[in-house]
Nanobody, 123 residues
């Protein structure tokens, strides 16, 4: 069992930055690839970014490539999402998730989810 708790969400103006954190507790964090997803009202949950268990590989949705950076610190059992140049369309609840295997792009591959943190970008 892995428990995930996100933090760092909030209200920011367009063009601003936020850093989300996801703290993990439970089974060996470094065994899991980690992902960030988001869900806006009335829309399906969508992939944002993912990182391999070692941190050596990262993956991004086209919509955030060049603006968001995913990173992890296995010593601290934490994964981060640095979000720069934020746009109103980035407004959503952001979730972190852990997967032991499978495609990092798809929600069914993930075994554990956090409760989410709200990000609101004003224009």
């Amino acid at each position: 069992q892995v428990q995930l708790v996100e933090s760092g969400g909030g209200l920011v103006q367009a063009g601003g930055s936020l850093r989300l954190s996801c703290a993990a507790a439970g089974r060996a964090f470094s065994n899991y690839a980690m992902g960030w997803f988001r869900q806006a009202p009335g829309k399906e949950r969508e992939f944002v970014a993912a990182i391999s268990w070692s941190g050596g590989s990262t993956y991004y949705a086209d919509s955030v490539k060049g603006r968001f950076t995913i990173a992890r610190d296995n010593a601290k059992n934490t994964v981060y999402l640095q979000m720069n140049s934020l746009k109103p369309e980035d407004t959503a609840v952001y979730y972190c998730a852990a997967t032991i295997g499978g495609s990092v792009y798809y929600t069914p591959a993930y075994d554990y989810w956090g409760q989410g943190t709200q990000v609101t970008v004003s224009s």
